[in-house]
């Protein structure tokens, strides 16, 4: 009945004979008003407070602007409420997919949607034209109601591999001219939320945002590559752009222009609507797709010690880490950068290693392998490399150094996954765009990296706990990031040192614990060598238990940049996980979301010296009920971890 009361209420609003349309969240704190006049322009606001100011929104096509002096033909609006099942589940098995839809359909034959979640607001053209169009722009503007703060991840050119720092500016503090890429988050008035990014991206460019040098934001797009030169064996030079960002069928839905907003810090880390606004599933089977651990070489540059051969790209340096994937129930090892005779050459494996003998041993010991590739090399014979990987039985692939978001980059993604799919083959996408769910069509896509991770540790001091904090908030909004934790060394900033072939970390050993916990990474990586594994017994058995996908997410508590405290259910079980940045703080912890019965508790806490001494840590293991309340003490730099066994 409320729904229906909520519906005829719309309806009202939506008159034939006015010029404005208003629509509500299904709880109704989240209202948008859409304004058709010259142009079609929308505001926002959550309660009584706007957020958004008079926004237009056109697609230039060249010989037309759709959204420039629009004829609306009608007005029309639903309402869905429903479960939504997940294939990967990121962070739930299940979505909540509650949503109020308005539907302004114009001459001549496109329309403009509007949807409105309790957590957000997304809106996309669709066009019903029978030829092919040419898209020269889209218009994206974004007009802020006040000089709200930003978490923006500013690039110096739009072939990126989305890797950057979050600047902490003022809107107007921006000069005009810089850009970013997404998801970029706005903080506005009351602890206002508003998560920027885009959904259902397919056949089109990623969307990128400009500052004008006030409280606004414009869009920006690469534009298709007419020609270009090779420079060295994974970049290009001398390029030469058309004037427009897409040619593409005229009959076809736009990408989800996606808007998560929140009052709380907590609610805003568990938003998917990237997912939900993403089309439904393309693969018929799916049962062979396998999320998990993976242990990984190119981080520690096979680093390994306590052996009687000398270590390098060869078979008994790989069997050593699968013997150790092996031991710890770890299902994966990646064969990154080095396998193959040169990096153009992808087919056939550097004559130190035999491949074949090494896919073989890990299957002996239950362990698959994934192999790294140049998107390029893959490009150049996407189905005869693909068909000679299954052959051979690898895993899945590991595609890299992209750094190109262009409509034709994006059309690869999709290629390439299916290609893999068709194969049975699992693919994960390194020096890459951020998330924009492809995923939820081809959920062998298993992990993105496009974020500035661990990697960075080897040549910078860049990954601070802020830094890591802060991903939660941004980056992880717009879908699973391969951020490659597990570090073994860990160091505070005294006594940290840049290293490339035996990197570290700054922060504790309990913040790289907690990271299994807090971010969303279905193929989650061990960067470490697995000799330090082996030294750090205690903690290398408690990160080998950690699911890398899970039937429920709960953020406990949260603040942007700060800390934040994680909740992960699998079957009877709860992870826990809570980091912070260089604050030392103290969080408090209401059990009473477990289920019924009694739990062993294993903690894994920042030690008394963990300051001064990051390594240092403290396992502890109680018996817990929901009824238990309690006392997280972390280190500056610190973490926390749990895992609660039901007995």
Same mark, same amino acid.
């Given at each position: 009945?409320?729904?229906?009361?909520?519906?005829? =209420?719309?309806?009202?609003?939506?008159?034939?004979?006015?010029?404005?349309? &208003?629509?509500?969240?299904?709880?109704?704190?989240?209202?948008?008003?859409?304004?058709?006049?010259?142009?079609?322009?929308?505001?926002?606001? *959550?309660?009584?407070?706007?957020?958004? @100011?008079?926004?237009?929104?056109?697609?230039?096509?060249?010989?037309?602007?759709?959204?420039?002096?629009?004829?609306?033909?009608?007005?029309?609006?639903?309402?869905?409420?429903?479960?939504?099942?997940?294939?990967?589940?990121?962070?739930?098995?299940?979505?909540?997919?509650?949503?109020?839809?308005?539907?302004?359909?114009?001459?001549?034959?496109?329309?403009?949607?509007?949807?409105?979640?309790?957590?957000?607001?997304?809106?996309?053209?669709?066009?019903?034209? !029978?030829?092919?169009?040419? *898209?020269?722009?889209?218009?994206?503007?974004?007009?802020?109601?006040?000089?709200?703060?930003?978490?923006?991840?500013?690039?110096?050119?739009?072939?990126?591999?989305?890797?950057?720092?979050?600047?902490?500016?003022?809107?107007?503090?921006?000069?005009?001219?810089?850009?970013?890429? =997404?998801?970029?988050?706005? !903080?506005?008035?009351?602890?206002?939320? %508003?998560?920027?990014?885009?959904?259902?991206?397919?056949?089109?460019?990623?969307?990128?945002?400009?500052?004008?040098?006030?409280?606004?934001?414009?869009?920006?797009?690469?534009?298709?590559?007419?020609?270009?030169?090779?420079?060295?064996?994974?970049?290009?030079?001398?390029?030469?752009?058309?004037?427009?960002?897409?040619?593409?069928?005229?009959?076809?839905?736009?990408?989800?222009?996606?808007?998560? $907003?929140?009052?709380?810090?907590?609610?805003?880390?568990?938003?998917?609507?990237?997912?939900?606004?993403?089309?439904?599933?393309?693969?018929?089977?799916?049962?062979?797709?396998?999320?998990?651990?993976?242990?990984?070489?190119?981080?520690?540059?096979?680093?390994?010690?306590?052996?009687?051969?000398?270590?390098?790209?060869?078979?008994?340096?790989?069997?050593?880490? %699968?013997?150790?994937?092996?031991?710890?129930?770890?299902?994966?090892?990646?064969?990154?950068?080095?396998?193959?005779?040169?990096?153009?050459?992808? /087919?056939?494996?550097?004559?130190?290693?035999?491949?074949?003998?090494?896919?073989?041993?890990?299957?002996?010991?239950?362990?698959?392998?994934? #192999?790294?590739?140049?998107?390029?090399? #893959?490009?150049?014979?996407?189905?005869? &490399?693909?068909?000679?990987?299954?052959?051979?039985?690898?895993?899945?692939? /590991?595609? +890299?150094?992209?750094?190109?978001?262009?409509?034709?980059?994006?059309?690869?993604?999709?290629?390439?996954? /299916?290609?893999?799919?068709?194969?049975?083959?699992? %693919?994960?996408?390194?020096?890459?765009?951020?998330?924009?769910?492809?995923?939820?069509?081809?959920?062998?896509? $298993?992990?993105?990296?496009?974020?500035?991770?661990?990697?960075?540790? !080897?040549?910078?001091? +860049?990954?601070?706990?802020?830094?890591?904090?802060?991903?939660?908030?941004?980056?992880?909004?717009?879908?699973?990031?391969?951020?490659?934790?597990?570090?073994?060394?860990?160091?505070?900033?005294?006594?940290?040192? %840049?290293?490339?072939?035996?990197?570290?970390?700054?922060?504790?050993?309990?913040?790289?614990?907690?990271?299994?916990?807090?971010?969303?990474?279905?193929?989650?990586?061990?960067?470490?060598?697995?000799?330090?594994?082996?030294?750090?017994?205690?903690?290398?058995?408690?990160?080998?238990?950690?699911?890398?996908?899970?039937?429920?997410?709960?953020?406990?508590?949260?603040?942007?940049?700060?800390?934040?405290?994680?909740?992960?259910?699998?079957?009877?079980?709860?992870?826990?996980?809570?980091?912070?940045?260089?604050?030392?703080?103290?969080?408090?912890?209401?059990?009473?979301?477990?289920?019924?019965?009694?739990?062993?508790?294993?903690?894994?806490?920042?030690?008394?010296?963990?300051?001064?001494?990051?390594?240092?840590?403290?396992?502890?293991?109680?018996?817990? @009920?929901?009824?238990? /309340?309690?006392?997280?003490?972390?280190?500056?730099?610190?973490?926390?971890?749990?895992?609660?066994?039901? $007995?």
């Amino acid at each position: 009945m409320k729904s229906f009361c909520s519906l005829l =209420l719309i309806a009202f609003a939506l008159s034939a004979f006015s010029k404005d349309y &208003t629509i509500t969240s299904p709880d109704g704190q989240i209202s948008v008003t859409v304004s058709v006049d010259a142009q079609v322009k929308w505001s926002a606001a *959550v309660g009584k407070q706007a957020i958004f @100011t008079n926004n237009s929104l056109s697609l230039d096509l060249g010989a037309s602007v759709l959204g420039a002096n629009p004829k609306v033909v009608s007005a029309k609006t639903s309402a869905v409420n429903e479960l939504e099942q997940t294939v990967v589940a990121v962070k739930s098995k299940t979505i909540r997919n509650n949503y109020n839809q308005l539907v302004l359909k114009f001459k001549p034959d496109y329309s403009v949607s509007f949807r409105m979640f309790d957590n957000g607001i997304a809106y996309r053209f669709e066009t019903s034209m !029978k030829e092919e169009i040419t *898209v020269k722009s889209e218009e994206v503007s974004l007009n802020f109601a006040g000089d709200y703060g930003v978490l923006f991840p500013e690039e110096e050119t739009l072939y990126s591999h989305y890797e950057r720092l979050y600047l902490d500016k003022k809107l107007s503090e921006l000069a005009a001219g810089k850009f970013c890429s =997404l998801p970029t988050l706005v !903080k506005a008035d009351n602890n206002i939320k %508003i998560g920027i990014t885009e959904a259902d991206l397919f056949d089109y460019p990623c969307l990128f945002m400009e500052a004008t040098g006030k409280t606004a934001f414009k869009s920006k797009y690469p534009h298709v590559i007419l020609k270009s030169d090779p420079k060295g064996d994974r970049e290009i030079q001398h390029i030469q752009e058309a004037d427009y960002i897409a040619k593409t069928s005229g009959t076809r839905t736009f990408p989800w222009r996606v808007f998560m $907003i929140s009052a709380e810090d907590a609610r805003l880390v568990e938003n998917q609507m990237v997912f939900l606004l993403s089309r439904e599933c393309n693969l018929t089977e799916t049962n062979w797709i396998k999320p998990g651990l993976v242990a990984w070489d190119w981080w520690n540059e096979n680093n390994i010690y306590g052996v009687d051969f000398k270590a390098g790209l060869d078979t008994k340096t790989y069997k050593y880490y %699968i013997d150790f994937a092996s031991k710890n129930m770890i299902p994966y090892i990646i064969l990154d950068e080095g396998w193959t005779k040169t990096t153009l050459n992808i /087919k056939e494996s550097n004559p130190t290693l035999d491949l074949q003998e090494l896919i073989a041993y890990g299957k002996s010991k239950n362990v698959d392998i994934i #192999l790294w590739c140049l998107w390029n090399a #893959l490009d150049n014979d996407l189905n005869g &490399t693909l068909d000679l990987y299954a052959k051979w039985g690898a895993k899945g692939i /590991k595609v +890299d150094f992209m750094a190109r978001s262009e409509q034709y980059m994006v059309n690869f993604y999709e290629r390439a996954a /299916k290609a893999c799919a068709d194969r049975k083959l699992l %693919i994960d996408f390194h020096g890459a765009f951020k998330p924009s769910g492809m995923a939820r069509a081809y959920p062998n896509i $298993i992990n993105y990296e496009g974020v500035k991770g661990m990697e960075n540790t !080897k040549w910078s001091k +860049d990954i601070t706990p802020e830094h890591d904090v802060t991903l939660c908030f941004t980056r992880m909004l717009a879908g699973p990031m391969d951020f490659t934790p597990g570090a073994m060394i860990n160091k505070n900033e005294r006594d940290y040192a %840049i290293s490339f072939s035996n990197p570290m970390s700054l922060g504790t050993r309990c913040h790289q614990i907690a990271m299994y916990v807090c971010y969303d990474s279905p193929l989650q990586m061990l960067c470490d060598s697995p000799s330090n594994y082996y030294k750090e017994t205690e903690t290398t058995s408690f990160i080998s238990k950690m699911p890398t996908v899970w039937d429920e997410t709960k953020i406990l508590d949260a603040k942007v940049g700060d800390y934040i405290l994680t909740a992960r259910q699998k079957g009877n079980d709860w992870y826990l996980g809570a980091m912070t940045d260089w604050t030392a703080r103290s969080l408090k912890l209401d059990l009473s979301f477990l289920g019924e019965g009694t739990f062993e508790m294993e903690i894994m806490q920042d030690g008394a010296n963990a300051e001064m001494s990051c390594n240092d840590y403290k396992r502890i293991v109680k018996q817990v @009920t929901k009824a238990d /309340k309690l006392k997280i003490e972390m280190a500056k730099g610190g973490g926390w971890a749990a895992i609660c066994k039901k $007995i």
